[in-house]
């Protein structure tokens, strides 16, 4: 047993293309879902427009205008220590509509010079193909991944980055929280997942499965086109775990919980197993839930299986057993309940680290792959004092009890942890709610939810706490 993080443990931070470049029309760059996004607030998810319309504010179009100030700000991912940067490439940048053959240079140019300036630094950059900012053209030509044809655009569209980054990243994962759209009765995840919009009165559960199924062939698919480029990348799947906990030990709402955990986790199953888990079989057949699902595909499954499991980790969930549930069927709007042993965060988000423990034993136990925590952070309103400085001490708490968590699962646990990346380690726009003020990051970036502000970037308390974390590998909290 060791009492240490590896030393090769990768610390570093995360982002997404579309949450902080801007420039979402520059240099070729075409409309993504997130560029038809507004802003929504602490209890509303954002709302989508139908294309770019005039009169509306777009948070995502400028952001903090990464795509200008990177130099600046991977300076002070240095200087914060880390080992490595996960962002996405924005598919609009090197596909503008997405069923284009030919890339777009100058966007293939722009993660050349990003990429570069990361290893100058020795930061290594860990890359998402396709985090919530899919072409937008290929919602309204395509209806996005409820056609089949967005397997072959994907597929093309990773070929290009991993033929042209194969010296340069080595980490890759295909979409990100592929399991969000769980969530198939609220509109947000199905649209920033899959470019989906539903049609009233369809089966809106039979299309999120028939997308993902789309998006899990694409993935199996880009795996192994990946693997032909450089045998040395380590390509991954993407989860947002939150486990979910039963209200009490009640035997029904125990059953519930497990039933919920299979739902939202079976995207695991055919990325890790390459197959589909008999549970969901069986739903699909008393639901008659019938879908395009060749045995090609199921072949491309079985030979595109991942190398690590990716995974965000914000919260965890409770539930009860509804009585008129007879299946313990999972509905998201309706099964989840207050935890009362945890405290919520402004946004309502409840505070478990125990529960980030939890998940990667469970990972570990049920997959039996090495993990990555690639996203985890405390999203809250900071103030800047009038001498600059920002006390983000509840940020600070937060992460330091959560990476208590985390060196207990690899330390007392045997969990095998690649590395951890604190969501949104500048501050950027919120993904569900489009907000600046619902901040996350050790740097702060003056900009406010009307888009107001200098841009200016200043590090907050958390900053040099961090600093310190990774400098002592962790026991430093
Ligand atoms: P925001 C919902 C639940 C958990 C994670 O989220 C989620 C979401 C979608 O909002 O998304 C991930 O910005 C996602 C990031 C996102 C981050 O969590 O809504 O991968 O893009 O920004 C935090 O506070």
């Known amino acids: ?44 998810y954002r709302s989508i427009t139908e294309g770019v319309l005039d009169f509306e504010y777009y948070p995502n179009h400028e952001a903090i205008d990464f795509y200008h100030h990177y130099k600046e700000d991977i300076k002070l991912f240095a200087e914060m220590g880390f080992k490595c940067f996960r962002t996405s490439i924005a598919w609009t940048r090197i596909f503008p509509k997405g069923d284009e053959h030919e890339p777009n240079e100058a966007g293939l140019q722009f993660y050349d010079d990003l990429f570069d300036e990361c290893l100058k630094y020795n930061i290594e950059p860990i890359v998402t193909l396709s985090h919530f900012e899919m072409p937008y053209h290929l919602v309204t030509e395509y209806g996005g991944f409820r056609n089949r044809k967005l397997i072959d655009f994907f597929v093309n569209f990773a070929e290009t980055c991993f033929t042209r980054y194969q010296s340069k990243v080595k ?80 035997p029904k709402n125990n059953l519930m919980a497990l039933k919920i955990m299979e739902k939202r986790y079976y995207f695991a199953d055919v990325h890790v197993f390459g197959s589909y888990p008999n549970h969901i079989l069986n739903y699909w057949k008393r639901n008659k839930i019938t879908l395009d699902i060749t045995e090609e595909d199921l072949a491309e499954l079985k030979k595109g299986t991942v190398d690590y499991i990716g995974l965000s980790y914000y919260m965890s969930h409770a539930t009860k057993h509804r009585p008129d549930n007879t299946y313990y069927d999972y509905d998201e709007t309706k099964d989840l309940i207050k935890n009362e042993f945890v405290e919520r965060s402004d946004w309502g988000w409840q505070i478990d680290p125990v529960g980030l423990r939890y998940i990667l034993n469970w990972l570990t136990d049920v997959y039996r792959l090495p993990l990555f925590i690639v996203e985890n952070g405390f999203g809250a309103y900071d103030k800047k004092e009038a001498d600059g400085t920002i006390h983000d001490t509840y940020r600070i708490n937060y992460l330091k009890a959560h990476i208590e968590q985390m060196r207990l699962a690899v330390i007392e646990d045997g969990v095998d942890l690649m590395g951890y990346t604190p969501w949104g ?27 107001q502000g200098t841009l200016e970037r200043s590090r907050k308390e958390s900053f040099y706490w961090y600093q310190q974390v990774i400098q002592s590998n962790g026991e430093q909290l």
């Open 1 to 44: 047993m060791t009492n240490k993080l590896p030393n090769n443990f990768l610390w570093g931070g995360a982002v997404a293309a579309h949450q902080l470049e801007g420039a979402w029309n520059v240099d070729g760059k075409g409309p993504s879902v997130a560029d038809v996004m507004t802003v929504g607030s602490t209890t509303s």
């Open 171 to 250: 980490y890759w994962m295909t979409f990100n929280e592929i399991n969000n759209q769980a969530n198939f009765n609220e509109d947000f995840a199905p649209f920033t997942n899959s470019g989906i919009f539903y049609q009233p009165g369809e089966n809106r559960e039979a299309v999120m499965y028939q997308a993902a199924h789309y998006e899990l062939v694409a993935s199996a698919k880009a795996v192994q086109i990946g693997k032909t480029i450089n045998p040395n990348f380590e390509i991954g799947c993407m989860m947002a775990m939150s486990p979910v906990y039963p209200e009490n030990c009640q």
């Open 425 to 451: 380690c500048i501050d950027l726009v919120s993904a569900g709610t489009g907000e600046m003020e619902k901040r996350y990051g050790f740097i702060f970036v003056d900009k406010d939810n009307q888009g």
